[in-house]
């Protein structure tokens, strides 16, 4: 059984910055790519960012410049650092990671329980 948590969300100012992190722990062999995601009231859940196992990165439009995802393998652990955060940042951040248990595992996708982030003045 493998478990991710996330932290480090909370109430910022706009033009505030938050830095989130998720660690997994459990049976884990290797972690894959690991991505942060987010949902919105009333919207459907989005990508935020993602990086592999080898730190290629991939970040949505909308936070491109102002969002950094990053990842420590030897604690199994990805960060967001999140900058000039916006109103419309406020949402559900949720972070994947794609878990192999054995060496030939084909791998599959876990989910944290969600971190709320809330830009308001």
């Known amino acids: 059984q493998v478990q991710l948590v996330e932290s480090g969300g909370g109430l910022v100012q706009p033009g505030g910055s938050l830095r989130l992190s998720c660690a997994a722990s459990?049976?884990?062999?290797?972690?894959?790519?690991m991505g942060w995601y987010r949902q919105a009231p009333g919207k459907e859940r989005e990508l935020v960012a993602t990086?592999?196992?080898?730190?290629?990165?991939n970040t949505a439009d909308s936070v491109k410049g102002r969002f950094t995802i990053s990842r420590d393998n030897a604690k199994n652990t990805v960060y967001l650092e999140m900058n000039s955060l916006k109103p419309e940042d406020t949402a559900v951040y949720y972070c994947?990671?794609?878990?192999?248990?054995?060496?030939?595992?084909?791998?599959?996708?876990?989910w944290g329980q969600g971190t709320q982030v809330t830009v308001s003045s």
């Open positions: 994947n990671a794609v878990i192999l248990t054995y060496r030939y595992d084909p791998g599959y996708i876990s």
């Open positions: 459990g049976s884990i062999f290797s972690i894959n790519a």
């Open positions: 990086i592999t196992s080898g730190g290629s990165t």
